[in-house]
């Protein structure tokens, strides 16, 4: 196998991976809005007047089982936003902004659309990485650096 296909593989196969933990991240976003959405809702449901209440003196209705597929394991903890960006670059939450931006450095070399032929499926998965890495890296950067508001949109 020449160099060239094996650089290609061993890209893919970043790219892949990139693609994959991104994907997760956003399946969990979505989980934890829907799973908010519904806990909202059911607490409207049980504080509207029509719902029927048990009066002192009354038996309670009888408690449901919980369902068969929960688990008695530690619920994960929520994702927050700041916590979604850092996830999104691979690093724990509290990482330096050094590491972070050598991290960021890392990934985006390893998916540039460009190292891939143009109207690829490749190509259009890196774009879609990259802009991804690039929103987790500039949320980073305006929590690090005040000034990045200011200054960082600044053309000379």
Known sequence: MSIGKKVTRITR??????????????????EQSQARVDAETEFRDAMSPST?????????????????SASPSKPAEPLTEIGAHYKALGLEEGTEFAIVRRTYMDLIQKCDPMRFPEESEERAK???????????????????????DRFGELQL
């Open 13 to 30: 196969g970043a790219l892949d991976q990139i693609s994959k933990r991104l994907e997760d991240i956003e399946r969990t976003i979505e």
């Open 52 to 68: 029927p209440r048990n009066r002192p003196g009354q038996s309670a209705p009888p408690a449901s089982a919980p369902p068969a």
């Open 126 to 148: 890196a774009e879609k990485i990259k802009a991804r890495l690039d929103e987790a890296y500039k949320a980073l950067l305006k929590r690090f650096d005040t000034t990045a």
